[in-house]
């Protein structure tokens, strides 16, 4: 028989109704002779309140109470799930990751999935159970709950998909797949019907939430069929139609290659930078500024180095903006102690936006027709960065909204 994992975001599970309306999609897929797992999100809205809390107490509480907290919006989906199911006469039965378990490692708040046992799972399944796991959270080595980072149930999902070999896994949430661009910024955008794995990857990294980063990378590991859908339609909207909608994503390098040069514009509001003047031009200087950031845990994303003028060069890189305080003062014990650069400057109101799309291999001019359109709309370029199949653009945060409305109309992306 079958098996097919539905995950269900936090609006998707936003209130008791939302929830029995899953139930009632869930419970078509099941009378319909699949086994279904469902991987749920805590309720919208839950995660922050609750994270609130601790930051209520704390600024910067320890990661592991974090975690532990964190993870009970979850675990209160589950079991509401599984009720709504019992309710409709369903054999249903839920668990936490500890308890499947879902193995993680033990770095608290962007723990990474290590194995997953499918044992408990298929046990039930076999007996016709409907298993629902939370999402989000696994358990370390040590017994510790830890958390996947924001937006992380995506991940549990695929994850528990392929480790179960599933035939597919539907990620259900509040829009009916993935658009050229975020629908709430540009009002045009338009419905994709497949995007590449690579497309896909490229934009979720480049800061499209609608699918968590990792979730992406299983997806293209285990070759899992992923699709992105709506929750919100008629749950008993006939399984047919169902079955194809929204948006797949692809294995087939070349779908889109011949229909559009540019495939989807993705931006990240949330971009801090940091720039150290008047560095020595000398080999090692670049794993000096940036090792004791990576040490500290925080990514790094885009990097510039100057041309030198007398030997000295300045450094600029950008870091999530939750992660900017944190890397000043990183950054200013280093170049203090080691270094011996000049001033260190930031600014954590600046946001990327990107084009991306596999047509650009086979098309040039993409960059200047970007550039072109920034500069007609009078936004400053402040670092630059490419790929193969996409082109980032950092700027103020303040005309982020402008810029990506801008490019999409450049580009053509609008519904027609
Ligand atoms: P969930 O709670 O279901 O996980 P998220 O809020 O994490 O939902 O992700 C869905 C949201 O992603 C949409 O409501 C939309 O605003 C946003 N989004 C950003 N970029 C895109 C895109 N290219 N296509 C569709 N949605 C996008
Ligand atoms: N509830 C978690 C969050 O808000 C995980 C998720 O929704 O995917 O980030
Ligand atoms: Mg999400």
């Known amino acids: 028989m079958a098996l097919i994992v539905h995950k269900y975001g936090g609006t998707s599970m936003g209130s008791t109704d939302r929830i ?24 919208s809205g839950e995660t922050n309140r609750i994270i609130g809390l601790a930051k209520e107490i704390m600024a910067d509480p ?9 993870s009970t919006g979850e675990q209160v989906s589950v079991g509401l799930l599984a009720i709504a199911l019992q309710a409709l006469g369903k054999k249903a039965v839920s668990y936490a990751g500890w ?29 016709g159970k409907i298993v629902i796991i939370t999402g989000f959270q696994g358990v370390d080595e040590l017994g510790n ?18 480790a179960l070999k599933a035939q597919e896994c539907l990620i259900y949430t509040d829009v009916d797949g993935v658009y050229t661009t975020d629908p709430r910024v540009v009002s045009d955008a338009r419905k994709l019907n497949t995007v590449t794995f690579e497309e896909m990857l490229e934009m979720a990294s480049l800061g499209s939430k ?35 909608s929204g948006t797949l994503i692809s294995f087939e390098e070349d779908t889109n290659m011949e229909q559009a040069t540019i495939t989807g514009i993705a931006f990240n509001r949330d971009e801090a930078k940091l720039t150290v003047f008047g560095v020595p031009d000398k080999p090692g200087i670049a794993f000096q500024i ?72 086979s098309h ?53």
Request: charged share 25%.
């Open 20 to 43: 029995k309306n899953v139930a009632k999609r869930v419970a078509k897929w099941h009378d319909a002779g699949y086994q279904i797992v469902v991987v749920p999100s805590a309720m």
């Open 62 to 70: 320890d990661p592991r109470e974090l975690d532990m907290i964190a």
């Open 99 to 127: 308890q499947v378990p879902i193995k993680t490692d033990s770095s608290y708040t962007k723990a990474r999935i290590a194995s997953i046992d499918d044992a408990k799972v298929n046990a039930d399944l076999a007996e």
């Open 145 to 162: 709950i830890t958390t996947l980072g924001r937006g992380g149930s995506d991940t549990s999902a695929v994850a528990i998909a392929a």
């Open 210 to 244: 609608v699918l968590q980063i990792r979730s992406v990378e299983f997806a293209g590991n285990y070759r899992m069929p992923t699709r992105v859908l709506s929750s919100l339609t008629d749950p008993l909207m006939p399984l047919a139609e169902e079955i194809v």
């Open 290 to 361: 940036l090792g004791p950031i990576a040490d500290a845990n925080i990514e790094v994303d885009m990097i510039i180095q100057n041309q030198s003028v007398d030997g000295k060069t300045d450094f600029t890189f950008t870091v999530p903006r939750g992660d900017y305080n944190k890397a000043m003062d990183v950054l200013n014990a280093s170049v203090k102690e080691h270094i011996g650069a000049g001033n260190i400057i930031g600014d954590s109101k600046v946001s990327k936006v990107s084009v991306v799309g596999v047509g650009m291999r």
């Open 364 to 416: 040039v001019g993409i960059a200047s027709q970007m550039f072109r359109t920034l500069s007609d709309e009078g936004i400053n370029i402040q670092m630059i960065s490419t790929s193969e199949i996409k082109i980032s653009v950092l700027i103020d945060e303040k005309y982020m909204e402008l810029a990506v409305r801008a490019l999409h109309k450049a580009f053509e992306l609008e519904a027609a």
